[in-house]
């Protein structure tokens, strides 16, 4: 599969979910938030721990190199396509950290690669208070796919303030402002979810990413977490060279041998070979969005 193609069916996918997920969801915890735990779920369980797993599994330093520049191709993508959810899951679930745990990997990533890595994290920079994520967001035609998590924030923040006013002479006022505020938001988001991509889906490579389960044969997250870091350990010692292996196929049977699986699996000199597009609009995206992108 094309990287291009297979990034534009995460957004699909991302699309889907994202557009299911109705404003009960958000507003109220809920016993079963079934939309919101498939769209959740699909970001950090699956493209998050894809990525981190992928990477970390793979011994061999060169093809663990191309192995992430591979996974930052599909962020880009992503982010021409405006499906900021994507990026954020892919660039924050396995690659932020790669600079501090895996210093050998981040040093031989490209320049164009380790410029994007620095633009997204600047985005959802807690000290600018995500105004260069806002920014963009406002500025990005639709259709789009937002960071969710940071809508749920706001929302909880606005359902903070009182419902009511209660005066100095003792009189109560409704606050009205509150209620507008969150259904001015709630639209918002409902302004993003009415807007469909123009992708043609592919259902094989859907089926294929949704079965992805990076954590198959843990009990629990923790476990998982922990393999991930005396993975970290293994290949690239601290204050060492990273160890040198052989170029092989992972024992692994948590990806299922398919095409989506192979591509992460060997070492390739080219990210853009056999170009295919989903979308009519391809080529004018691209170049629109490279000029966000740092060279």
Same mark, same amino acid.
Request: hydrophobic residues 35%; contains cysteine.
């Given at each position: 599969?094309?990287?291009?193609?297979?990034?534009?069916?995460?957004? $699909?996918?991302?699309? +889907?979910?994202?557009? %299911? *997920?109705?404003?009960?969801?958000?507003?109220?915890?809920?016993?079963?938030?079934?939309?919101?735990?498939?769209?959740?779920?699909?970001?950090?369980?699956?493209?998050?721990?894809?990525?981190?797993?992928?990477?970390?599994?793979?011994?061999?330093?060169?093809?663990?190199?191309?192995? +992430?520049?591979?996974?930052?191709?599909?962020?880009?993508?992503?982010?021409?396509?405006?499906?900021? %959810?994507?990026?954020?899951?892919?660039?924050?679930?396995?690659?932020?950290? $790669?600079?501090?745990?895996?210093?050998?990997?981040?040093?031989?990533?490209?320049?164009?690669?380790?410029?994007?890595?620095?633009?997204?994290?600047?985005?959802?920079?807690?000290?600018?208070?995500?105004?260069?994520?806002?920014?963009? $967001?406002?500025?990005?035609?639709?259709?789009?796919?937002?960071?969710?998590?940071?809508?749920?924030?706001?929302? %909880?923040?606005?359902?903070?303030?009182?419902?009511? *006013?209660?005066?100095?002479?003792?009189?109560?006022?409704?606050?009205?402002?509150?209620?507008?505020?969150?259904?001015?938001?709630?639209?918002?988001?409902?302004?993003?979810?009415?807007?469909?991509?123009?992708?043609?889906?592919?259902?094989?490579?859907?089926?294929?990413?949704?079965?992805?389960?990076? /954590?198959?044969?843990?009990?629990?997250?923790?476990?998982?977490?922990?393999?991930?870091?005396?993975?970290?350990?293994?290949?690239?010692?601290?204050?060492?060279?990273?160890?040198?292996?052989?170029?092989?196929?992972?024992?692994?049977?948590?990806?299922?041998?398919?095409?989506?699986?192979?591509?992460? /699996?060997?070492?390739?000199?080219?990210?853009?070979?056999? #170009?295919?597009? #989903?979308?009519?609009?391809?080529?004018?995206?691209?170049?629109?969005?490279?000029?966000?992108?740092?060279?």
């Amino acid at each position: 599969y094309d990287l291009k193609e297979l990034s534009d069916q995460i957004t $699909l996918i991302c699309s +889907t979910y994202f557009r %299911a *997920i109705t404003s009960q969801e958000l507003l109220y915890r809920l016993p079963n938030l079934y939309n919101l735990q498939n769209y959740m779920k699909f970001l950090d369980k699956v493209l998050g721990f894809w990525c981190k797993r992928s990477i970390l599994e793979t011994s061999n330093f060169e093809e663990r190199v191309a192995v +992430t520049e591979r996974f930052i191709q599909i962020a880009i993508r992503a982010y021409e396509k405006k499906n900021f %959810a994507a990026v954020f899951a892919i660039i924050f679930g396995g690659i932020i950290d $790669l600079e501090k745990s895996l210093p050998h990997t981040w040093d031989r990533l490209s320049k164009q690669s380790r410029a994007f890595v620095t633009l997204v994290d600047d985005m959802l920079g807690e000290d600018s208070h995500f105004k260069l994520y806002f920014e963009k $967001l406002r500025q990005s035609p639709l259709p789009v796919v937002p960071f969710i998590a940071n809508n749920q924030t706001r929302i %909880a923040q606005m359902k903070e303030k009182h419902n009511i *006013i209660v005066l100095s002479t003792g009189e109560i006022l409704i606050n009205f402002r509150k209620f507008q505020q969150i259904g001015e938001h709630l639209c918002e988001i409902q302004q993003y979810q009415n807007m469909p991509y123009d992708i043609i889906p592919n259902y094989d490579i859907q089926r294929e990413l949704k079965r992805l389960n990076p /954590m198959k044969g843990f009990q629990d997250e923790n476990s998982f977490q922990n393999y991930l870091v005396t993975r970290k350990e293994y290949i690239e010692p601290v204050d060492s060279s990273p160890k040198v292996f052989s170029i092989r196929r992972p024992p692994h049977t948590w990806r299922s041998y398919s095409r989506v699986s192979r591509l992460f /699996m060997i070492p390739s000199t080219s990210f853009n070979s056999h #170009s295919r597009t #989903s979308s009519q609009c391809d080529e004018h995206n691209h170049q629109k969005s490279n000029t966000d992108i740092p060279n």
